[in-house]
T-cell receptor
Framework: NAGVTQTPKFRVLKTGQSMTLLCAQD?????MYWYRQDPGMGLRLIHY???????AKGEVPDGYNVSRLKKQNFLLGLESAAPSQTSVYFC????????????FGQGTRLTVV | AQSVSQHNHHVILSEAASLELGCNYS??????LFWYVQYPGQHLQLLLK??????LVKGIKGFEAEFIKSKFSFNLRKPSVQWSDTAEYFC??????????????FGTGTQLKVEL
């Protein structure tokens, strides 16, 4: 069972380039999330979705866009990458909003030069 | 806004030593509490969780945590650590999102190194 799968695992971008990170889950979860992990800062929520066709902003949404066209997929887009977006990105999903745990993907290490 | 504090940023222990990692949160309502572990180069894995009931919860690999509501704390413990416990540990709180969802607020993490 795959759980939460992220692609790609590694990527190097030049400043100003765009890219899309894909997250796929096979657990039929309603809720999906994108976090970024930076040293000494823990994980911070970028955007989240509470169901197919819905998205909402988290703590650090600037510079990112998301889409949830299918229940199992949650895409994170960077329209014009900046060095400040160098980070490790984690996708997560959960069955519901409360009294449930979140399952995380393996992460995408993104470097913007 | 909810916040989570982990006071120990780096901990070095010898094998068989006991471990206690502190976690305090700030939120006045009902919370779900979690400890996640991240082994080098891997994703986050759930160690244990507290939703309600017995405030002493047991997780995988011999870890346990105690929820003390009056102290807003959820400290992680293990009686005897192993070299394989070397990892980064994150405490997280879920107080819910407007309209639903499971917004986990994470602490900054504690890097644990266990020496042979």
């Amino acid at each position: 069972n795959a759980g939460v799968t992220q692609t790609p695992k590694f990527r190097v971008l030049k400043t100003g380039q765009s890219m899309t990170l894909l997250c796929a889950q096979d657990m039929n979860h309603e809720y999906m999330y994108w976090y970024r992990q930076d040293p000494g800062m823990g994980l911070r929520l970028i955007h989240y979705s509470v169901g197919e066709g819905t998205t909402a902003k988290g703590e650090v949404p600037d510079g990112y866009n998301v889409s949830r066209l299918k229940k199992q997929n949650f895409l994170l887009g960077l329209e014009s990458a900046a060095p400040s977006q160098t980070s490790v990105y984690f996708c997560a999903s959960s069955y519901s909003g409360r009294n449930t745990e979140a399952f995380f993907g393996q992460g995408t290490r993104l470097t913007v030069v | 806004a909810q916040s989570v504090s982990q006071h120990n940023h780096h901990v070095i222990l010898s094998e068989a030593a006991s471990l206690e990692l502190g976690c305090n949160y700030s939120y006045g309502g009902t919370v779900n509490l979690f400890w996640y572990v991240q082994y080098p180069g891997q994703h986050l894995q759930l160690l244990l969780k507290y939703f309600s009931g017995d405030p002493l919860v047991k997780g995988i690999k011999g870890f346990e945590a105690e929820f003390i509501k009056s102290k807003f704390s959820f400290n992680l413990r293990k009686p005897s650590v192993q070299w394989s416990d070397t990892a980064e540990y994150f405490c997280a709180v879920n107080a819910g999102l407007t309209g639903g969802g499971n917004k986990l607020t994470f602490g900054t993490g504690t890097q644990l190194k266990v020496e042979l």
